[in-house]
């Protein structure tokens, strides 16, 4: 083929010992929920990616033509969810879990300074010389004097619940929060108080306390009729009237100005409250005074601005929860609403809704309608502006997509384009959370939450170019099970919807649904394989009893009346408020008959919306989402020992004194303590973690239920609540229906459906012979109920290099405390402590075990506390892991037993070090030129590819071996067939194979070496 042709080759191979991974995943999912998890330094130059699941920030150097070359990987805190670049050299990384921000050196790709700001932040914004910060959980944004950081910071409280996302105006006077838990100013009338007229509580009690009674001012209203077309079913005979006792819930009416029914009767008389549903706040950055825009939308995910005409965009869903029962008549398919708010500043911040969703057919069927689904966006994200205004892009985490939404467009019909059944979208993989535009290369950069990638695109053509993959110590179950969380074009008839829609990253949305169903049938506690089990309590424990003899009916009810969304967290089989369903699988039906997706079933005899292997696995991925610490116990895990404030109440009570009356004093009915019931370690009526199999007789592991009629819940029995997150909740405030009515944050309180409005009202119902300063002291105490994580899991302190002390006081006393409860060598750690530093020119990672530093070196000496801290050569990021992570956020990141400083490739456990020889390379040129050759065995990793490589052997006689030796192809089995043009005459080609993991190419062999530096692009 080749005239005077000659070929030269030199073989390399990756090998390696082949090792098994880790058994079991060292990450513990809290389901954390992404805000802006990704972004663009000032001048493009670099992208920064959150990393939640590693505790890291991914830093990639961007290429003029937008491609990325990863450039380092930082330890931050645990679970981090937004990254903002400050300048071009430093960002601020926002660590959920940690309860602080990271600022990072992204230079000198190490942790320069930590703020502990209070109880999972979300977000933080630059403006006006300062920083704003957004803490959920303490409703506040925290704002930090840029200038000097170690000045505490102005508090700014909310008139709202879980601040979340933050922008600048374009001006900077502004920055814009919006909440999570806004509402749709919905509420609950309690179902005592519609049928018994306020009977059952201490009117004492509630004064010596300062809480109002909740009863109502006259007569109740009538409880509404069944809308039509529903009917009750007529075997069902509890109650005779056919009325079933239970509460409902009502919404203010802004034009009649006053609760409403979905008959349109008035509840004003039973509920002497306002809601306010401030939606978006605006605080003005010079004088940090606030004001405020109503009623944008329910769950508020996302706040940006358009930099043509300062417009606020707010991505958000609307829940229908006022309207009753899952049926086709009531929110079968069609539970909440995907929306954006449009609120103009310069025309006194009116507000336009458009709804995101106009192309779909409500009576659309579910199998045949792909197309409608795969068009619709379910709960839209993170959203950015191109410069001129004119486009923006939107995330759906539940739509596997990227939205090109339309700036001149205020309409549904346009705003992905011009037809909004096919929109301006692509698809970038699952779980969509997070999104960054380099406008002057035409790409955006889109993080995938499930799969933990960053997808490439073009934003001219809408195409996915690439995928760049993050580490992931996630185990299978989550990376494989979270997208049936999630997932709208599986989970849902229309593809608008999934169960992430209310329960909100696998949490709460703070309402109250009413999801029975008139029309369907009695379950009966004799139903084999229910995981039905009840208790009945003797003094400070229980014993199990029979349904017959302790329930206060003989079975479940399919018009269950109003329930609050429960959490996926640390969930206890069986399920819901009234343990109706045995396990997580027998929601299975719930995708068909709420969700309304096409029905595969039948599964176990009941309709379906996913196979028994995929509802399984969801199963197994919820049951292993866990609740964070409690924020008000010490970090030590103790309890304050003295009165403390108990939110959503007048009064403050001691939690030390609390839980000594919870375990030991029988204010029950002078028969029965707390614990009798709420048993430790959960506050439920025992339970397991991670779910029981049914079986008869039930097991005695499940949570157990409790008579209905002992509990004032008068049509049902109710499993025992848990404890471990009453402290997240917060109910309204009740007038006195003399004054006018309060303006409250929340219409949901405490109970199965919401309707005690706190704690001292519930320890107020006549059963409970409590004096009101035990109510006091027990309400404390269950608000500092633990979790099940520590305190100490997650806490934060970065610290400059150094001779101690070299902190603040605080700081030493914290990185002393943890250095008593997260060292690996005692079982009774509460966290494991690990620390990371620059050192000896590379960041490395260190656990604590013994009393001394662990390395990340196989061999090396353990340092002690002195010499880490003197040994660094820049700021040193201690973090206390959750119970397993040690090793691998300390010294190990892949988990592949090969340390970091002993691995080439410490992010990928399929490689450690550069491959070995190649053999046998062939080179046939019969027709075309076909190259094969013979790998060797394994022995850095698993199976490489390889990569040719070679030129022309003029070039190597005028230029060496180095200069002229280019990439071939890259991404390679073990064969190759050259296509290129055949030499020039009197010249040859030369080729060289190699193996090629995640270290790089190949060692090509004695005198070689230098070819390391010839690289091949990614296929």
């Known amino acids: 083929m080749y005239t005077f042709h000659m070929k030269y080759r030199a073989v390399l191979l990756f090998a390696a010992l082949l090792l098994a991974g880790p058994t079991h995943s060292s990450y513990t999912n809290f389901e954390s929920s992404h805000v802006h998890p990704i972004g663009l330094t000032p001048s493009g130059s670099r992208l920064l990616v959150v990393n939640t699941p590693d505790a890291m920030l991914e830093v990639f150097a961007v290429q003029p033509g937008g491609d990325l070359v990863h450039e380092s990987s930082i330890p931050v805190g645990l679970e981090p969810v937004t990254v903002v670049a400050r300048t071009d050299t430093e960002a601020w990384v926002v660590n959920r879990m940690s309860d602080s921000v990271t600022l990072v050196d992204l230079t000198a790709g190490t942790a320069l300074q930590t703020l502990e700001v209070g109880d999972e932040p979300t977000d933080v914004v630059f403006a006006a010389g300062k920083a704003f910060v957004s803490v959920s959980l303490e409703d506040k944004i925290k704002v930090y004097n840029l200038s000097n950081l170690a000045a505490a910071p102005a508090v700014i409280s909310l008139a709202g619940r879980r601040p979340r996302a933050l922008a600048v105006s374009n001006d900077e006077s502004n920055v814009y929060v919006v909440m999570l838990f806004s509402g749709n100013q919905t509420t609950v009338v309690h179902a005592n108080e519609i049928f018994f007229t306020g009977v059952g509580f201490n009117t004492l009690r509630l004064a010596q306390l300062g809480l109002n009674d909740i009863a109502c001012d006259g007569v109740p209203s009538p409880y509404p009729p069944l809308p039509s077309g529903i009917v009750r079913n007529p075997m069902l005979t509890d109650p005779l009237s056919g009325i ?26 039973c509920l002497p409250y306002r809601l306010a ?35 606020i965009y707010v991505p958000h869903t609307e829940a229908r929860n006022f ?165 709208s074009i599986l989970g849902s008839g229309h593809g608008d919807a999934a169960c992430s829609s209310c329960h ?26 229910d995981n039905v089990r009840f208790i009945a309590p003797t003094g400070t424990g229980s014993t199990d009893c029979s349904p017959e003899v302790c329930a206060s009916h003989i079975g479940f009810d399919p018009q269950k009346g109003p329930m609050t969304t429960q959490t996926f967290r640390g969930m206890l089989e069986p399920l819901h408020w009234r343990g109706d369903r045995a396990t997580m699988n027998n929601f299975n039906m719930a995708f068909v008959g709420l969700m309304g997706t096409a029905d595969i079933g039948p599964i176990n005899g009941s309709p379906a919306g996913l196979t028994g292997a995929e509802m399984e696995l969801f199963r197994q991925f919820s049951l292993g989402i866990e609740f964070p610490p409690n924020p008000h116990r010490g970090l030590n895990d103790s309890l ?35 614990v009798s019931c709420h048993s430790h370690p959960f506050g439920a009526a025992g339970g397991t973690r991670m779910g029981v199999a049914p079986q008869e007789p039930t097991a005695s592991a499940t949570a157990a239920l409790f008579n209905g009629d002992a509990d004032q819940s008068p049509h049902s029995d109710l499993k025992v609540p848990h404890l471990r997150n009453m402290y ?150 201690f973090l206390c892991a ?72 003029s070039d190597l006689r005028s230029l060496g071996l180095l200069a002229a030796t280019t990439c071939v192809a890259g991404g390679l089995g073990t064969s190759y067939a050259d296509s290129r043009p055949d030499p020039a005459a009197g010249d040859g080609y030369f080729y060289l194979t190699r193996g090629h993991n995640a270290c790089g190419g190949g060692d090509a062999g004695p005198g070689r070496e230098a070819l390391e530096a010839v690289e091949c692009p990614a296929p």
Request: with cysteine; net charge negative.
């Open 728 to 877: 997240e909740k917060l109910g309204p405030v009740f007038g006195d229906h003399v004054q006018a009515p309060p303006l409250v944050r929340s219409g949901f309180g405490f109970g199965h459906d919401g309707s005690f409005p706190n704690l001292g009202t519930f320890f107020s119902i006549n059963v409970f012979t409590m004096t009101a300063q035990q109510v006091r002291d027990v309400s404390s105490f269950v608000m500092h109920f633990p979790t099940g994580n520590k305190p100490a899991m997650g806490e934060q302190v970065t610290l400059p290099a150094g001779t101690p002390p070299t902190g603040s006081s605080g700081e030493e006393a914290t990185l002393a405390t943890l250095t008593t409860l997260g060292d690996l060598n005692d079982s009774g750690r509460h966290c494991e402590l690990v620390a990371s530093a620059l050192m000896g020119g590379r960041m490395r990672s260190f656990h604590f075990d013994d009393g001394s530093w662990v390395t990340d070196v196989a061999g090396e000496t353990a340092l002690t506390m002195i010499q880490l801290r003197e040994g660094a050569a820049g700021p040193i990021n």
């Open 244 to 269: 079933p006792q239970v509460g409902l819930i009502v919404r203010w009416d802004e034009q009649d100005g006053r609760w409403e029914d979905d008959a349109g009767v008035g509840w004003n008389q």
């Open 640 to 674: 304050p020992n003295q009165d403390v404030p108990v939110a959503g109440t007048p009064f403050s009570g001691n939690p030390v004194t609390g839980e000594t009356l919870f375990n030991t004093a029988l204010t029950d009915g002078l028969q029965f303590a707390c």
């Open 504 to 529: 909100i990253s696998g949490d709460r949305d703070d309402l109250a649904w009413d999801l029975g169903n008139p029309e369907g049938d009695l379950v009966p506690y004799s139903t084999a394989l």
């Open 277 to 311: 549903d401030h939606d978006l706040f605006v605080i003005d950055t010079a004088t940090l005074a606030v004001s405020e825009v109503d009623h944008l939308g329910t769950s508020l995910f996302e706040v940006s601005v358009n930099p043509s005409n300062g417009k």
């Open 323 to 487: 309207v009753r029962f899952e049926h086709a008549l009531g929110v079968q398919g069609h539970m909440v609403e995907n929306r954006v708010a449009i609120v103009d500043p310069a025309d006194a911040f009116s507000v336009t809704l458009v709804d995101l969703n106009t192309h779909i057919d409500r009576s659309s069927d579910p199998s045949t309608n792909l197309a409608e689904r795969q068009a619709s966006i379910s709960q839209p994200g993170m959203m950015v502006w191109n410069p001129s205004g004119s486009v923006a892009y939107l995330t759906g985490i539940g739509s596997r997509k990227l939205f090109r939404l339309d700036g001149s467009c205020t309409s549904g019909p346009c705003i992905f384009g011009s037809n909004r059944a096919a929109p301006s979208a692509v698809e970038v993989g699952e779980g969509p959370t997070g999104v960054a535009l380099l406008d002057s290369a035409n790409r955006a950069y889109v993080l995938n939450r499930f799969g933990n990638t960053i997808a490439v695109v073009d934003t001219v053509a809408m195409t996915k170019l690439a995928d760049v993959p993050l580490h992931d110590p996630s185990s299978a179950t989550i990376k494989l099970g979270r997208r049936l969380l999630y997932d």
């Open 882 to 953: 959750t119970l397993g992570a040690g090793i691998r956020l300390g010294g190990d990141r892949d988990e592949d037993t090969f340390l970091n400083g002993d691995d080439c490739a410490p992010a990928d456990p399929g490689a450690w070090e550069r491959t070995g020889p190649t053999s046998n390379l062939v080179v046939d040129q019969t027709g075309a030129t076909d190259l094969t050759w013979t790998a060797a065995s394994p022995s850095g990793g698993t199976n490489p590819d390889h990569e040719l490589i070679g030129g022309t052997l």
